[in-house]
């Protein structure tokens, strides 16, 4: 039997309005994406998508992701296993926390992977 090891969940690229951020051009965030722990919008961007990697690239192995916006999401989104795209549109001026979470496929454990992401609009 395969044993689930522990992973991670990383962010690695950040589009607003469609077009890719880097830290050093965009006043949005103040370092990588991997690092960033805010987002700040401005009234304009009105479509934010956060990219993400997992560290388990075993199929069998791999969680089923689940995240929300905390302030604008009421329940868990799940992913579908060919995607790895969180967008959101037209959000409403205000603090929100991204918090994504992966699920065991073996084990149905639950664990929260990344939650340091806060956007402000």
């Known amino acids: ?7 991670v969940i990383n962010l690695t690229a950040l589009y607003v309005n469609n077009k890719p951020i880097k830290p050093e051009e965009s006043g949005i965030i103040k370092e990588s994406i991997l690092y960033a722990d805010k987002i700040e919008l401005r009234n304009n961007h009105s479509v934010i998508t ?6 388990n690239f075993l199929k069998a192995l791999e969680p ?3 995240y929300k916006l905390e302030g604008f999401d009421k329940e868990w989104n799940n992913m579908h ?3 790895n795209l969180i967008t959101y549109t ?3 001026p205000g603090h ?3 918090k994504i979470k992966g699920v065991n496929k073996l084990t149905q454990q639950n664990k929260l992977i990344n ?3 806060a956007v402000e609009t």
Not at 1 to 7: E, G, I, Q, S, T
Not at 50 to 55: D, N, W
């Open 81 to 83: 296993s060919n995607n």
């Open 50 to 55: 956060l990219e993400y990697s997992t560290s």
């Open 96 to 98: 929100y926390v991204l």
């Open 1 to 7: 039997m395969l044993k689930p090891k522990d992973y």
């Open 115 to 117: 939650s340091a992401k």
């Open 90 to 92: 037209n959000l409403n």
């Open 64 to 66: 089923d992701i689940q």
